[in-house]
């Protein structure tokens, strides 16, 4: 089990200088920080510890609930509801660096041209504001993006001022409320690990619960993206947010 515990630590340990290379110093940086430096001393020390029960015993069930809990959010993200009969869609930014999309994004908005290619009636929300350091808006930069890809402009709707989910989706259903007044209903497309939590706070949020098609996460992201995710979905249990 020590040699698991290490082995785990210096994987998520060389994703978090990946990590930093490609984000900077952010929350997610900062909470897959914890998790390296828990994992790693968990390793170093495992054998004293192994002697406390009552800790042995509640940090592997932490441990399993929370690689439990990230799997559901990995399956559940993977089966996509969406009928291509929708009336509009919402895609969820997933930051900027230096003014460009991220990769992470770049899937997302893939998955809503192939979205659009089947059902080209539909609206399209894109929705994030303006992180820290850059000059325009998540929103502003996917709706380039997509008209760049030949998305017709005028169907395309800018939610420039949200900065979380529980914003996207309360931000852009006044938008869509006021485009949509007799009634619509939505699809969300973002990430798979991130299609449950985005698909609840549309409930939240008061919205009727919204159909979901997924983009694909890279592969060196998922395991931060992960880490991240899934303590965000105890947040959004406990608070609603």
């Known amino acids: 089990m020590r040699k698991i515990l290490a082995a785990v630590s210096i994987l998520l340990l060389v994703n978090l200088i990946w990590l930093a290379f490609r984000t900077g110093i952010t929350n997610t940086f900062l909470l897959n920080l914890g998790f390296v430096i828990g994992t790693g001393a968990y390793a170093i020390y495992y054998g004293q510890i192994q002697k406390l029960k009552g800790i042995h015993y509640a940090v592997a069930i932490f441990a399993l609930l929370y690689a439990g809990l990230g799997a559901f959010a ?37 998955a809503a041209i192939e979205y659009h290619h089947q059902n080209p009636k539909a609206l399209i929300v894109v929705s994030g504001g303006i992180g820290a350091g850059q000059t325009m808006s998540e929103a502003e930069a996917m709706a380039q993006y997509l008209k760049n890809a030949g998305i017709p402009p005028e169907i395309i709707l800018q939610e420039g001022n949200s900065h979380s989910t ?68 105890i947040k959004m249990w406990l608070i609603g947010t």
């Open 74 to 110: 990995m399956i559940y993200g993977r089966i996509d509801t969406a009928t291509f009969e929708e009336d509009a869609v919402i895609v969820l930014g997933s930051g900027l660096r230096d003014g460009e999309i991220s990769r992470t994004s770049q899937n997302r908005l893939h």
């Open 166 to 233: 529980y914003e996207n989706m309360l931000l852009s259903k006044a938008i869509l409320d006021y485009r949509l007044p007799g009634g619509y209903q939505a699809v969300v497309i973002t990430n798979d690990f991130h299609i449950y939590r985005s698909v609840r706070f549309t409930q939240i949020v008061g919205m009727e619960k919204a159909a979901s098609f997924h983009g694909n996460t890279p592969l060196l992201s998922l395991p931060g993206a992960l880490v991240r995710e899934v303590a965000a979905i």
